[in-house]
Nanobody
């Protein structure tokens, strides 16, 4: 059974930091590109960051460049999102995604709320 379980979310003050984790099981993690998406209230889901299967390449939304860092540990089947200098506009439900485009496989976590507020 495929599972993507996010953890590490919660309430943080502006300027603070959080580290999100996504633990994967039920598929060959090291073959999948991993991404974090987010969806703010009343807005569409947007791509935050992506890391390739071996971790050699990362990409970020312009709004988080220089503040967020995506990483992965294929030995632990886990992807991380280090979020620094958080802003109120980073408030959203954050989703973990696993994708193997070549074979059309795509998995999602259930999402986790991050609230940036004083």
């Amino acid at each position: 059974q495929v599972q993507l379980v996010e953890s590490g979310g919660g309430l943080v003050q502006p300027g603070g930091s959080l580290r999100l984790s996504c633990a994967a099981s039920g598929f060959t993690f090291s073959m999948y590109a991993m991404s974090w998406y987010r969806q703010a209230p009343g807005k569409e889901r947007e791509l935050v960051a992506t890391i390739t299967s071996r971790g050699f390449t990362t990409n970020y939304a312009d709004s988080v460049k220089g503040r967020f860092t995506i990483s992965r540990d294929n030995a632990k089947n886990t992807v991380y999102l280090q979020m620094n200098s958080l802003k109120p506009e980073d408030t959203a439900v954050y989703y973990c995604n696993a994708r193997w485009s070549e074979i059309g496989m795509d998995y999602w976590g259930k999402g986790m709320l991050v609230t940036v507020s004083s």
